[in-house]
């Protein structure tokens, strides 16, 4: 299967386009009708609580999940139709730290690396690069169990970009770490988006979305509530200058407790 | 294929890496085997008693005794027929010798004499041991007789001394023909299922862990279900067929290893046996390796959680490994007979047997080698239909 991007000149802007798409488990709908788009060379952010039905849809995205109702397109391609050529397109960082503890950060990225289909030497020299790029250089060699909580995150993310992805999935990237790791994070993320690559991703924190993402869909109980930038979704509520994103998302998404 | 063989190859390197597997795949079946020779047998010096009967009470008989008696580490006992018998019956002796009457005579007169070996089964180690000292010693009694018939034959005859080295010559020639006292073996009960429990307990050990360790991998397969690396591994190029492939081939290469150190281990300390019987159980370690790693899928396909996945795993091969005749002899039929035919161990441990004892090849093993394959083959399809890869409920 070839994945030629230029399989749809005439909308190369639209990435990521997701249509309709719907989940239900056990008889109850996490994901209903979601509906949005990825331009290409943005970060979206996809803000919603607990529950909201986040990681549910970013499944479905990366070809991992079916969804009941509704389809995905990566650069033209459909997400269950051509998910092999998807996949060569897509780069995802889970929520839960998916990887091999024992063994060291540079045999997790080499071997994920070969998975999506990397030599043996391009892994290696591919890995080298980006555990520059996350700052783990000094490290590669040790065992990932005897990192912190902030440095196994960087390696969560940095096997994301192992496969060079055009469209980079990060799930809630930063839970649980220190402020100077979050925002080694976040610039890694801009330079990425720099770079030419499209972002999806996910948080809670306003104040992570505000800061990074170019737009932002509001999530709340497996629904798209609102979609815009940052400056247009806070003057749905009121000034744009001082009204903060936080209190967008509250009052869109109202004050009692989730999940 | 290259992707499922790489998986494969990350596993067994994240098993070496894993200091407390190996500890549990290789070094515990050692210190086990170990224990085992200790309690069941290999004293570390000779010590035995021979049980004999004396019934020819001629001067060759009790000279006999004597020098059986001296040889260092054997006691002799004496009985009367009736009561070696009779403790042969019990089980009290597994090997008694009797001195058959005319025995002296017979030496006199140079014609072969024989003692006679009563067994109960293989007769026990230290048994055989007795059996083949006392056979020394009586040849060379023997050969003394002889010696000293003919050189009195000789001397009653005024003779020459190229009537002496033609005569010698002839003697020598008959004394290398045949021994001159021949050691006949009369087993008490059919020798067959009986063996030495110590032979099957190297396989036994072997094969036993091997499950073990392979079968409680599923557990963390289904780690990594929950984890997400599996997923994670989806969303790169590896389709779910290879990755279903790379986890089979990462339990047959994990109980490769494990197995084939532990043999070479054995070959190397106890010295068991050569080179092709080596290369041969390493080619039935393959057959074990596989169905045990099938059946670790269909651990990881059946259950929910890592725990089911363990309390499987365990249950399944203590059941296998207890019934599968690795501590005690299978029975010859019944209930025991019927459950072992359910057990890889029972399959696994009769082929290594025979080809440890070189008493067998592969090829004697066809039988249990398609059961092996063909559970290696059931268990596979049946894992594939039921796996998931996702914690994603239906
Ligand atoms: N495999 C599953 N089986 C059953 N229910 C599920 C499954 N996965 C998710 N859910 C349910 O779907 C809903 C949405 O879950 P999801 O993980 O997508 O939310 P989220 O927005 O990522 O939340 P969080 O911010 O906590 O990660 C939750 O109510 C969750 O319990
Ligand atoms: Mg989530």
Redesign the pocket.
């Given at each position: 299967m070839s994945a030629s991007p230029s399989a749809n000149m005439g909308c190369m802007d639209e990435f990521l386009v997701a249509t309709g798409l719907t989940k239900s488990?056990?008889g109850?709908q996490?994901?209903e009708s979601v509906s949005f788009t990825v331009h290409a060379k943005e970060i979206f952010g996809l803000l919603?609580?607990?529950?909201?039905?986040?990681?549910?849809?970013i499944r479905m995205l990366s070809t991992v999940l079916g969804p009941d109702e509704g389809d995905v397109t990566v650069d033209g391609h459909s997400v269950g139709r051509e998910s092999d050529a998807v996949r060569r397109l897509i780069g995802v960082c889970p929520?839960e730290l998916a990887l091999y503890p024992e063994l060291s950060a540079t045999d997790n990225l080499v071997f994920f690396g070969r998975m999506a289909g990397l030599s043996g030497k391009e892994a290696k020299e591919r890995a080298a690069d980006v555990l520059e790029r996350v700052g783990l250089t000094e490290r590669a060699k040790d065992a990932v169990r005897k990192y912190s909580g902030g440095m196994k995150r960087r390696v969560n993310i940095a096997i994301a970009l192992m496969s060079r992805p055009r469209l980079l999935f990060l799930?809630?990237p930063t839970v649980g770490i220190d402020p100077q790791s979050r925002n080694h994070i976040f610039d890694t993320v801009l330079a990425l988006r720099d770079e030419g690559m499209s972002v999806l991703y996910?948080t809670?924190y306003m104040e992570e979305a505000d800061r990074l993402c170019d737009r932002i869909g509001v999530?709340d109980a497996?629904r798209i509530i609102a979609l815009g930038t940052p400056t247009e979704l806070k003057a749905q509520i009121g000034d744009p200058g001082a009204t903060t994103l936080e209190e967008v998302f509250l009052s869109l998404t109202g004050r009692s407790l989730r999940? | 294929m290259t992707r499922p063989i790489l998986l494969a190859l990350l596993e067994v390197k994240r098993f070496i890496a894993d200091r407390g597997a190996l500890a549990f795949s290789i070094a515990l079946p050692i210190i086990l085997f170990a224990l085992m020779v200790g309690v069941f047998g290999g004293e570390t010096s000779f010590n035995a008693t021979a049980h004999v009967t004396d019934l020819d009470r001629g001067q060759a008989a009790s000279e006999l005794i004597e020098r059986i008696e001296q040889v260092e580490g054997i006691d002799v006992r004496l009985y009367t027929e009736e009561r070696l018998d009779d403790a042969l019956d019990r089980s009290a002796v597994l090997t008694g010798l009797v001195i058959p009457a005319g025995f002296t005579a017979a030496l006199e007169d140079g014609r072969p004499a024989s003692v006679q070996v009563r067994r109960r089964g293989s007769g026990g180690d230290a048994g055989q041991i007795t059996v083949s000292i006392v056979r020394g010693v009586a040849d060379s009694l023997a050969s003394e007789y002889e010696l000293r018939r003919a050189l009195s034959h000789l001397v009653s005859e005024a003779t020459t001394p190229e009537r002496v080295e033609a005569q010698t010559g002839i003697l020598l020639a008959e004394a290398l023909r045949e021994p001159p006292v021949r050691v006949v073996n009369r087993a008490l009960v059919e020798q067959e299922e009986e063996e030495d429990i110590l032979d099957r307990m190297l396989p036994g050990i072997i094969v036993m862990f091997l499950l073990f360790s392979v079968t409680l991998s599923a557990q963390t397969l289904i780690e990594e279900r929950r984890n997400g690396t599996l997923e994670r591994l989806l969303t790169t190029r590896l389709s779910a067929d290879e990755l279903f492939t790379g986890k089979f081939l990462a339990g047959v290469g994990r109980g490769m290893l494990q197995t084939v150190v532990l043999l070479v281990l054995a070959f190397v300390v106890l010295r068991i046996a050569g080179v092709s019987a080596l290369a041969q159980s390493a080619v039935l370690a393959l057959v074990v390796a596989a169905a045990a790693s099938a059946i670790a899928l269909v651990i990881a396909a059946v259950a929910r959680t890592d725990d089911q996945a363990t309390w499987a795993a365990v249950f399944i091969t203590m059941f296998m490994t207890v019934f599968g005749g690795t501590f005690f002899p299978i029975a010859s039929s019944g209930v025991l007979e019927l459950l072992s035919r359910f057990t890889l161990n029972r399959y696994a441990i009769d082929a290594y047997e025979g080809i440890l004892a070189e008493t067998a090849t592969l090829g004697d093993a066809t039988f249990e080698i398609a059961i092996l394959s063909g559970v290696a083959l059931v268990c596979l399809i049946v894992a594939r239909l039921l796996f998931r890869f996702s914690?994603?409920?239906k």
């Open positions: 488990f056990d109850v996490v994901v919603g609580p607990n529950g909201a039905g986040k990681t549910t849809t929520q799930d809630e996910t809670h999530m497996g999940d | 914690s994603e409920a």
